[in-house]
């Protein structure tokens, strides 16, 4: 089992629909949780962090965990085709910054 | 920010490389990462304040340093093919914080 699980897509959404990304985690003892954006041929950038169980909400995303089902979700609201990217599910199995472990990512394209 | 150089290296099998990264000012930590296209980042190792503080499953040719001044280095000895991959190089202003500030990232191809 990887440590980091997430569907490769492509996930196709039309413009204006909501956008549902899911990640599983292996290590029961994961601290942290993050989301990366990464635009092809580039870099990946952070775009939502969360650490306790619940929903977050920062503008038109919204990060869920379920740490008892070991569940992450990314949801973006209103998807934009500027949106269309791969989104790389991140887990902190600790405090200490070396077992930061990155999902194989899920391709999105948000179609006009 | 972060910056990394070269943006895109070619290299023969067997030769040894060095990437290069400026961390983003104040921030003490810094992590490496392969990524092969089509994958996320695979963690090579980890520097904070200058000595190795964790390193992921990659071979001792794969070899790095910290300086005072907020660069490092990624050094590849004895090139294999597989080693051409996305080279990032990203920052933490804390140690175990997690929220990365990745580099625009080296492009390395061994032919």
């Known amino acids: 089992q990887k440590e980091v699980e997430q569907n490769s897509g492509p996930l196709s959404v039309p413009e204006g629909a909501i956008a549902s990304l899911n990640c599983t985690y292996s290590?029961?003892?994961?601290?942290?949780f993050f989301w990366y954006r990464q635009y092809s041929g580039k870099s990946p950038e952070l775009i939502m962090s969360?650490?306790?169980?619940g929903d977050k909400e920062d503008g038109r995303f919204t990060a869920q965990l379920n740490k008892a089902s070991q569940y992450v979700s990314l949801l973006i609201r209103d998807s934009q085709p500027s949106d269309s990217a791969t989104y790389l599910c991140a887990v902190n199995k600790d405090n200490y910054g070396q077992n930061f472990v990155f999902g194989p990512g899920t391709r999105l394209s948000v179609l006009p | 920010g972060v910056t990394q150089s070269p943006t895109h290296l070619i290299k023969t099998r067997g030769q040894q490389v060095t990437l290069r990264c400026s961390s983003q000012?104040?921030?003490?930590?810094v992590s490496w990462y392969q990524q092969a296209l089509g994958q996320g980042p695979q963690f090579i190792f980890q520097?904070?304040?200058?000595?190795?503080?964790g390193r992921g499953n990659f071979p001792p040719r794969f070899s790095g340093l910290q300086f005072p001044n907020d660069s490092s280095e990624l050094n590849v000895n004895a090139l294999e093919l597989d080693d051409s991959a996305l080279y990032l190089c990203a920052s933490s202003q804390k140690l175990g914080a997690g929220g990365y500030t990745f580099g625009s990232g080296t492009r390395l191809t061994v032919v």
């Open positions: 290590d029961r003892v994961s601290q942290s």
């Open positions: 969360i650490y306790s169980n």
């Open positions: 520097y904070y304040r200058e000595e190795e503080n």
């Open positions: 000012s104040g921030h003490n930590t």
